[in-house]
């Protein structure tokens, strides 16, 4: 396979690519239009329905034609992608780390063992364990 050259950021898409897209596009507007069909919007419906039909003729017969179309849809979920998984993990990193430090807060847990000792000369804590061999190094697993 040769290597494509980015239009926009997107990748030149392939034949297959095409007709994926069209047929993908002709499948979420069929399903808009019938959406629409049963909330008793008629009109709309008819033309989302021939939208679709549209899609999947061009998609099925020659989806070379869908190519204009293609490269803003796809930059558009570019930048659609980058958006919501920057917001997503965001939200979810500072809702996850916030209630996780509340929650140590309110029961007294503290990991780290920050608590301050004025009278206290250094705040090493003696390792418990047994230093181990050197034939635990040479054979970890």
Same mark, same amino acid.
């Given at each position: ?8 950021? #997107?990748? #030149? ?72 998984? *920057? ?48 034939? *635990? ?5």
């Amino acid at each position: 396979m040769t290597e494509s050259k980015s239009y926009w950021g #997107v990748t #030149v898409p392939q034949r297959r690519d095409l007709r994926n897209f069209g047929l993908v596009m002709a499948a979420v507007l069929a399903l808009v239009s019938g959406y629409l069909w049963y909330k008793d919007a008629m009109d709309p419906a008819q033309v989302v329905v021939a939208v679709a039909a549209g899609f999947l003729i061009v998609g099925l017969v020659l989806p070379v034609v869908l190519t204009p179309i293609y490269f803003p849809w796809m930059w558009l979920a570019r930048i659609l992608a980058f958006v919501n998984t *920057h917001l997503l993990l965001g939200f979810v990193f500072y809702t996850l780390f916030t209630f996780i430090g509340l929650g140590m807060r309110l029961l007294g847990r503290d990991p780290l063992d920050r608590k301050i000792i004025p009278d206290s000369d250094s705040y090493w804590q003696r390792r418990e364990s047994p230093l181990l061999s050197r034939e *635990h190094y040479l054979r970890q697993f």
